[in-house]
């Protein structure tokens, strides 16, 4: 079965930087387009970035861009997300998904504060 592991998560403080992995297994990984969305508490899910099969071709949420990188190892069926400069409002659970389908991790808190 489809099982996505994000790990990664924590507590840091303003300015600092985290990476999250998504551990993906139960499907062809190469094959899929994948993102990490995240939800703060009280609001809607969101997109943070996706990523294409190759990990050529990216996208952000306007409010990451320069801040956060997605990349991906297809050798190790793995997306990466790595955070940097974090600010209290990136407070949330992050989750990874596989692009068009209904496969998602149970996500990884992250939590910024001093």
């Known amino acids: 079965q489809v099982q996505l592991v994000e790990s990664g998560g924590g507590l840091v403080q303003p300015g600092g930087s985290l990476r999250l992995s998504c551990a993906a297994s139960g499907f062809t990984f190469r094959n899929y387009a994948m993102g990490w969305y995240r939800q703060a508490d009280g609001k809607e899910r969101e997109l943070v970035a996706t990523?294409?099969?190759?990990?050529?071709?990216?996208n952000y949420h306007d409010s990451v861009k320069g801040r956060f990188t997605i990349s991906r190892d297809n050798a190790k069926n793995t997306v990466y997300l790595q955070m940097s400069s974090l600010r209290p409002e990136h407070t949330a659970v992050y989750s990874c998904?596989?692009?068009?389908?209904?496969?998602w991790g149970q996500g990884t808190q992250v939590a910024v504060s001093s």
């Open positions: 998904r596989v692009q068009y389908t209904t496969w």
């Open positions: 990523i294409n099969t190759a990990g050529i071709s990216t």
